[in-house]
């Protein structure tokens, strides 16, 4: 079959792979997993070599597995303006998935010539109470959404490409310079980004949301990591977008650091991350009365996308009441 006729579907993710095919959507399919919203980005040269590193340690998967299959999905992606007719991407309204949008979209703007590219994006679906993603649906479902595909043009190309830099920038006003702009083109890009400011430090006491909702979690008493998992992501987050094992390793950074929040059972502390059962620690308490400022008690570094929190990094500070960031004078 002739590149004229072919049709590739774009999607961060194996969960509706399957689906579409039970449902008679033709095509081939790209699993394009590379959670963009993760930082640091590494240097252009060490791409593939970075991004692998970074999500192995964030997630204990295989480092080699994960470079190849990244290696892969980035040369399939490269290859299928030329290898295919029509390009559909799949994607829904959370953090994780309009910034691997924005990624994919960064990449076709580069180039001069595309086949028909078509994307469906959805935030919610008529008769799920709360929609999470694409991967709830069934394949009659998902089937009902292909006459609702638009069409993806310059405009949407050129707002993915400025918002794949912001994403990586160094410093959060290109973020917010981005929300403040006319984003319809794309119209669930505005709120994830905001998502992704959020996880910068909050004013109020120095965490991030993730951070606040997992120990949130524990208020009430001890409860294993999955529980909180589920309870921070699926109740509390306004727009969860996390995977299980990077939450965990939100929880990790937590236990590890100087003054740990959370501590683990002594008596699970060989079991797997989400059977292990978690309390709060007296700083844990402390943060959650407000008597104490996270970011005050020397935490492990982190980033969030290429802003980097910690460590003699310039705090920046999202304020929940002005919706804003703004940097604390040093």
């Not at 399919?29 to 252009?44: E, H, K, N, T, V």
């Not at 964030?58 to 490269?78: C, F």
């Not at 310059?154 to 403040?180: D, H, I, M, N, V």
């Amino acid at each position: 079959m002739t590149g004229a006729w072919r049709t590739l579907h774009v999607r961060c993710g194996d969960d509706i792979r399957d689906k579409l095919a039970a449902a008679g959507i033709g095509g081939d399919y790209l699993s394009f997993a590379d959670p963009a919203w993760l930082g640091p980005p590494p240097a252009s040269n060490a791409w593939i070599s970075g991004r692998a590193a970074l999500i192995a340690e964030r997630t204990g998967l295989p480092r080699q597995k994960i470079r190849v299959d990244l290696g892969d999905a980035y040369w399939r992606l490269a290859r299928a303006p030329t290898d295919y007719g029509r390009i559909v991407l799949w994607f829904e309204h959370d953090l994780y998935d309009q910034a691997a949008l924005v990624r994919v979209l960064a990449g076709f703007a580069l180039r001069k010539k595309l086949p028909r590219v078509e994307s469906i994006c959805i935030n919610r679906f008529r008769g799920i109470k709360k929609f999470i993603g694409l991967g709830q649906l069934s394949a009659a479902q998902l089937a009902s959404l292909w006459t609702r595909r638009k069409r993806v043009g310059r405009q949407q190309l050129a707002l993915g490409a400025g918002a794949w830099a912001a994403l990586r920038a160094s410093t959060p006003e290109p973020l917010e310079a981005l929300c403040k702009s006319d984003l319809r083109a794309l119209p669930f890009l505005k709120a994830a980004l905001r998502r992704q400011l959020q996880e910068l430090p909050w004013t109020k006491d120095g965490l991030s949301l993730t951070e606040r909702n997992a120990l949130m979690a524990l208020a009430k008493g001890p409860r294993s990591a999955g529980e909180i998992f589920a309870d921070a992501q699926t109740k509390r987050d306004p727009l969860p977008f996390m995977g299980d094992l990077f939450f965990w390793s939100v929880l990790r950074d937590l236990i590890e650091a100087p003054h740990s929040p959370i501590a683990v059972s002594a008596g699970t502390r060989r079991a797997a991350w989400h059977k292990r059962v978690l309390r709060l620690t007296p700083s844990g308490k402390a943060l959650l009365a407000g008597k104490l400022d996270w970011q005050a008690t020397g935490p492990l570094e982190r980033w969030v996308g290429g802003i980097a929190v910690g460590h003699g990094a310039p705090v920046w500070r999202w304020n929940p009441r002005t919706a804003r960031v703004a940097r604390e004078r040093d």
